[in-house]
T-cell receptor, first 115, second 114 residues
């Protein structure tokens, strides 16, 4: 079974600054995907960024980027130029290849962006 | 285009009562999932379905049943509610051929069992 751990229950950052959220996972699989999902106060879960394990290049989506360290089983999310709208719960998630998109989520990190 | 709709949004039950949560999607997605979200535990998969007429157990299936009689609907039932089932329940869908792992979520249903 896979486990996903987010060791930072809460974090805060000043508007326009950069913040990094941590995630580690444990798996014996070689082919898998990793994700960061965002849950704003509206509770609507939104996919932020996705990384395929076989790709060495770190994924980026505008202000969001990841640092994927496969050997260390680490998958952190960097948010640059933080905006008030980034305030949300962020979940790291793992998915085995060809598992019917069944995700295993971490505990979540509540990020607050302060003006 | 409503996407994924969950009903009801809120419900309070007494221990031992039964209820059904309905998830309806208009995206013609094959895969549907029920997750529960609890503080400090993230989202955990209860049951899922890979197509009409199919269901399978997830990580925490005990105390729940599901049915997928129609492709667009996925029902989650609690036959005898317990306080441990107090949670926020999320339905999610995936197209099957879409981006792997990109789930589309409903807005959640908050259930309180007294």
């Amino acid at each position: 079974a896979q486990t996903v751990t987010q060791s930072q229950p809460e974090m805060s950052v000043q508007e326009a600054e950069t913040v990094t959220l941590s995630c580690t996972y444990d798996t014996s699989e070689n082919n898998y995907y990793l994700f960061w999902y965002k849950q704003p106060p509206s509770r609507q879960m939104i996919l932020v960024i996705r990384q395929e394990a076989y790709k060495q290049q770190n994924a980026t989506e505008n202000r969001f980027s990841v640092n994927f360290q496969k050997a260390a089983k680490s998958f952190s999310l960097k948010i640059s130029d933080s905006q008030l709208g980034d305030t949300a719960m962020y979940f790291c998630a793992f998915m085995k290849h060809e598992s019917g998109s069944r995700l295993t989520f971490g505990e979540g990190t509540q990020l607050t962006v302060n003006p | 285009n409503a996407g994924v709709t969950q009903t009801p949004k809120f419900r309070v039950l007494k221990t031992g009562q039964s209820m059904t949560l309905l998830c309806a999607q208009d995206m013609n997605h094959e895969y549907m999932y029920w997750y529960r979200q609890d503080p400090g535990m993230g989202l955990r998969l209860i049951h899922y379905s890979v197509g009409e007429g199919t269901t399978a157990k997830g990580e925490v299936p005990d105390g729940y049943n599901v049915s997928r009689l129609k492709k667009q609907n996925f029902l989650l039932g609690l036959e005898s509610a317990a306080p441990s089932q107090t949670s926020v329940y999320f339905c999610a869908t995936h197209g099957g051929t879409g981006v792997a792992g990109e789930l589309f979520f409903g807005e959640g249903s908050r259930l309180t069992v007294l």
